[in-house]
T-cell receptor
Framework: GEDVEQSLFLSVREGDSSVINCTYTDSSSTYLYWYKQEPGAGLQLLTYIFSNMDMKQDQRLTVLLNKKDKHLSLRIADTQTGDSAIYFCAESMGNFNKFYFGSGTKLNVKP | DSGVTQTPKHLITATGQRVTLRCSPRSGDLSVYWYQQSLDQGLQFLIQYYNGEERAKGNILERFSAQQFPDLHSELNLSSLELGDSALYFC???????????????FGPGTRLLVL
């Protein structure tokens, strides 16, 4: 469960959709999370998905999970400059087990 | 504001020294995690405590140690500091039992350590 990979950078224009991708290796992961880190701040939980779900929508955020390919994505609709941050995906087997984080994707939103 | 507090916010010290970082979890959270975030290593899990007991260990050096006290606050002790220990140290506390029985971690603002 230690290999969680993300691309390092993504640049989009304000108003466009952003899609941040993540792959993981541990098929026993039960919960998958997306966190946001703004400059100089701690990590803020955005959303999570349980491994038996394919999709979860929460306002402008859509999480897609392809369990067969161990691929997780976060789509941000109508991306705003305030969405500029580093986005981390994380996996956990739950039950107070370890969390494994990806390296983070730096999203840059251009006005 | 996540409800997790960490002190100090910033710490500057010299190589070879020892420092203690402190974390107070959210009220009611029994589990505390420590992470190190550096530019070249990303976010690395160090250690986890649950209700005073060590629960899981990650990439924590032998020079580092932690404990969780009866009031559930936790301390991370870093000794014989090296330049490479300069990083942002986060703690997170977690709660179990959302709608799907998931565990959710809430992160503190971090302690920025600079070793000169």
């Amino acid at each position: 469960g230690e290999d969680v990979e993300q691309s390092l950078f993504l640049s989009v224009r304000e108003g466009d959709s952003s899609v941040i991708n993540c792959t993981y290796t541990d098929s026993s992961s039960t919960y998958l999370y997306w966190y946001k880190q703004e400059p100089g701040a701690g990590l803020q939980l955005l959303t999570y998905i349980f491994s038996n779900m394919d999709m979860k929508q929460d306002q402008r955020l859509t999480v897609l999970l392809n369990k067969k390919d161990k691929h997780l994505s976060l789509r941000i609709a109508d991306t705003q400059t305030g969405d500029s941050a580093i986005y981390f995906c994380a996996e956990s087997m739950g039950n107070f087990n370890k969390f494994y984080f990806g390296s983070g994707t730096k999203l840059n939103v251009k006005p | 504001d996540s409800g997790v507090t960490q002190t100090p916010k910033h710490l500057i010290t010299a190589t070879g020294q020892r420092v203690t970082l402190r974390c107070s979890p959210r009220s009611g959270d029994l589990s505390v995690y420590w992470y190190q975030q550096s530019l070249d290593q990303g976010l690395q899990f160090l250690i986890q405590y649950y209700n005073g007991e060590e629960r899981a260990k990650g990439n924590i050096l032998e020079r580092f140690s932690a404990q969780q006290f009866p009031d559930l606050h936790s301390e991370l002790n870093l000794s014989s500091l090296e330049l490479g220990d300069s990083a942002l140290y986060f703690c997170a506390s977690s709660v179990w039992g959302g709608l799907a029985g998931e565990e959710t971690q809430y992160f503190g603002p971090g302690t920025r350590l600079l070793v000169l």
